[in-house]
């Protein structure tokens, strides 16, 4: 499986992947998971919002089991953020299948759309459109880089932009999902534990930041006459560093555009998007209100307008105890708790159905990246720790 899914969205100048939501890469990602599904015998299911499950018995039963992850990456991503997840999703259920113990309850393999957010910039957009947390109208509308809405990439995907909404009633059926990830950090190097067990995960968000200054000539504007916006955008992102630091948490400004774009012209307008990371809410709110006002107050200073969008906002998720501690026994070898600042579609799906993530050992910790990279025998060891955790949910 590992094999035939490495190819696909691979940029060969940079060896990162560029799995964007609903483009070419995208569509050949869930014509992959179509064919894992068929050749398991199992039913598979575009839902509403273009998740994809595979689905082993019933699951109008209700009382399902589910596992998986994402198909989709950040630009130059690297192979195993979210594809490790549904990969080991059909190996535990084939581990599952080999011991041949009888199941009680419905198993489901799910892929969701757009978790990332690359592409149109709503992280989780596929379980938070089915959760209710991102309101239809609002995807809809939402439009990437080039200027094509979500709705026109949507429909030349082959998705209805008319159903996108809640799911309550799939979600329903539901009893258990657990995700399993690479760690993205190195908690886990050095350790004897090739897996760990996910606890909480801080709250985080994703907020666009605009300054708008005055278009002018490079060469002839004296620096008193500029309205200059990237001087307070770059002023912004220092401040947001030294707030960041000063209140333990994390801000990251990794995309930014200039308008007009001329190398040799003041820029008109400076957008940048800032992405914050907290140990509690208190604390994240809080570092957003500092940085955004640090901007205003040398946004005055430049002769420049500041606004904040909010475009995203995820809460801190606390794991189901129950079944976190049933995961973590069926792992065995009391492995480490990890919190962690990384987003989930699992933290998302918290808020309706309980809960839980495995971790496999990344021994640089680097992701995001087209170094990211676990070895092979920690990702059988977690494969291996999926299918236990799944015939403890699963098995009589």
């Known amino acids: 499986m590992w094999e035939r899914l490495l190819p696909i969205g691979r940029a060969p100048a940079t060896g990162g992947y560029r799995r964007y939501a609903w483009t070419a890469a995208d569509i050949e990602l869930r014509a992959w998971f179509r064919t894992e599904a068929d050749a398991r015998g199992l039913r598979h299911e575009t839902?509403?919002?273009?998740?994809?499950?595979?689905?082993?018995?019933?699951?109008?039963?209700?009382?399902?089991?589910?596992?998986?992850?994402?198909?989709?990456?950040?630009?130059?991503?690297?192979?195993?953020d979210g594809p490790l997840?549904?990969?080991?999703?059909?190996?535990?259920?084939?581990?599952?299948?080999?011991?041949?113990?009888?199941?009680?309850?419905?198993?489901?393999?799910?892929?969701?759309?757009?978790?990332?957010?690359?592409?149109?910039?709503?992280?989780?957009?596929?379980?938070?459109?089915?959760?209710?947390?991102?309101?239809?109208?609002?995807?809809?509308?939402?439009?990437d880089a080039d200027g094509v809405p979500l709705y026109r990439a949507l429909a030349g995907a082959g998705i209805d932009p008319d159903g996108l909404g809640p799911d309550p009633g799939r979600l329903a059926r539901i009893g258990a999902f657990v995700e399993l990830h690479i760690e993205q950090g190195r908690a886990l190097a050095g350790t004897p534990h090739a897996v760990g067990v996910g606890s909480v995960i801080w709250p985080h968000g994703r907020w666009r930041?605009?300054?708008?200054g005055e278009a002018n000539h490079?060469?002839?504007?004296?620096?008193?006459?500029?309205?200059?916006?990237?001087?307070?955008?770059?002023?912004?992102?220092?401040?947001?560093?030294?707030?960041?630091?000063?209140?333990?948490?994390?801000?990251?400004?990794?995309?930014?555009?200039?308008?007009?774009?001329?190398?040799?012209?003041?820029?008109?307008?400076?957008?940048g998007w800032?992405?914050?990371?907290?140990?509690?809410?208190?604390?994240?709110?809080?570092?957003?209100?500092?940085?955004?006002?640090?901007a205003a107050q040398r946004g005055e200073r430049d002769g420049v307008t500041?606004?904040?969008?909010?475009?995203?906002v995820t809460a801190a998720v606390h794991f189901?105890?129950?079944?976190?501690?049933?995961?973590?026994?069926?792992?065995?070898?009391?492995?480490?708790?990890?919190?962690?600042?990384?987003?989930?579609?699992?933290?998302?799906l918290a808020a309706a159905v309980p809960t839980a993530m495995l971790y496999v050992r990344n021994p640089t910790g680097v992701s995001h990246a087209p170094a990211e990279h676990a070895d092979e025998a920690d990702c059988l060891a977690g494969v291996a720790a999926l299918t236990r955790v799944l015939e403890g949910l699963a098995c009589p």
């Open 274 to 294: 800032l992405d914050c990371r907290a140990p509690d809410q208190t604390a994240l709110d809080g570092l957003v209100t500092a940085i955004a006002d640090s």
């Open 85 to 143: 997840g549904v990969v080991s999703a059909f190996a535990a259920l084939d581990g599952l299948r080999a011991r041949g113990r009888p199941v009680r309850r419905p198993l489901g393999v799910v892929a969701f759309a757009d978790e990332e957010g690359a592409r149109f910039g709503v992280a989780c957009a596929g379980s938070r459109l089915a959760t209710g947390q991102l309101d239809p109208r609002r995807a809809r509308a939402l439009r």
């Open 209 to 212: 930041l605009d300054f708008g």
């Open 218 to 271: 490079a060469g002839t504007t004296r620096v008193e006459d500029r309205r200059d916006p990237m001087l307070t955008y770059a002023h912004t992102v220092l401040a947001a560093r030294k707030r960041a630091r000063l209140a333990g948490a994390l801000a990251t400004f990794g995309k930014v555009a200039a308008e007009p774009g001329g190398v040799n012209a003041v820029p008109s307008r400076v957008r």
């Open 320 to 348: 189901d105890s129950a079944l976190r501690g049933l995961v973590a026994s069926r792992v065995g070898g009391d492995p480490p708790a990890l919190p962690t600042g990384a987003g989930h579609d699992a933290g998302v």
């Open 47 to 80: 839902d509403r919002n273009g998740n994809q499950w595979a689905w082993q018995g019933d699951p109008a039963a209700g009382d399902a089991v589910v596992t998986g992850s994402h198909l989709d990456s950040v630009p130059d991503g690297g192979a195993f």
């Open 306 to 312: 500041v606004d904040v969008t909010r475009e995203s």
